[in-house]
T-cell receptor
Framework: QQQVKQSPQSLIVQKGGIPIINCAYE??????FPWYQQFPGKGPALLIA?????SEKKEGRFTISFNKSAKQFSLHIMDSQPGDSATYFC??????????FGTGTSLTVIP | DGGITQSPKYLFRKEGQNVTLSCEQN?????MYWYRQDPGQGLRLIYY???????QKGDIAEGYSVSREKKESFPLTVTSAQKNPTAFYLC?????????????FGPGTRLLVL
């Protein structure tokens, strides 16, 4: 059973648009939700993370929205730029236990 | 310049052959991890090690083996028992091995079967 479901699989937006990537999780005990950014041929890098005690976290142009009752969280990228074109992975874990990753979203930002 | 290095960048395996992927870190991290990445799938945990001379299986350990003789090194061997080894392999490390810490990833090794 897939612990974390991510959508959409791919996304194309114009420069300045606000792409939104959604994730849903199964285990209500998960308490850590990171987002990773991966460029082609590179390893993922942590972008932003949230814990369920807050409903939103913002770092620069990146915002996580968290809905505990719906078991969903999403990544918003404000004023998207061509340099944001990458694959984005959400993940979830229970403190001290392994990450479960989503299947990834390939984002293309058109100039 | 601290970080994680993986070698080689590309690796070719013949049928029935064991191959070893290298992972080295100079971040002084206690914990190291191996993930497998397949197209359209998220990262899946193969093995992890929270301390030297100790390691645990992840979700997809069958057909793989690891060793952790030094803090900075965590090589992964893909054995002939792994019937579908073609994938992108990622090594990561974190400070203490609690999974909620930031994991730092290497650039990856792409393994192809001849």
């Amino acid at each position: 059973q897939q612990q974390v479901k991510q959508s959409p699989q791919s996304l194309i937006v114009q420069k300045g648009g606000i792409p939104i990537i959604n994730c849903a999780y199964e285990n209500t005990a998960f308490d850590y939700f990171p987002w990773y950014q991966q460029f082609p041929g590179k390893g993922p890098a942590l972008l932003i993370a949230i814990r369920p005690d807050v409903s939103e976290k913002k770092e620069g142009r990146f915002t996580i929205s968290f809905n505990k009752s719906a078991k969903q969280f999403s990544l918003h990228i404000m004023d998207s730029q061509p340099g944001d074109s990458a694959t984005y992975f959400c993940a979830a874990s229970l403190t001290g236990n392994q990450f479960y990753f989503g299947t990834g979203t390939s984002l293309t930002v058109i100039p | 310049d601290g970080g994680i290095t993986q070698s080689p960048k590309y690796l070719f395996r013949k049928e029935g052959q064991n191959v070893t992927l290298s992972c080295e870190q100079n971040l002084n991290h206690d914990a190291m991890y191996w993930y497998r990445q397949d197209p359209g799938q998220g990262l899946r945990l193969i093995y992890y090690s929270q301390i030297v001379n100790d390691f645990q299986k992840g979700d997809i350990a069958e057909g793989y083996s690891v060793s952790r003789e030094k803090k900075e090194s965590f090589p992964l061997t893909v054995t002939s028992a792994q019937k579908n080894p073609t994938a992108f392999y990622l090594c990561a490390s974190s400070i203490r091995g609690r999974f909620t810490e930031t994991q730092y990833f290497g650039p990856g090794t792409r393994l192809l079967v001849l």
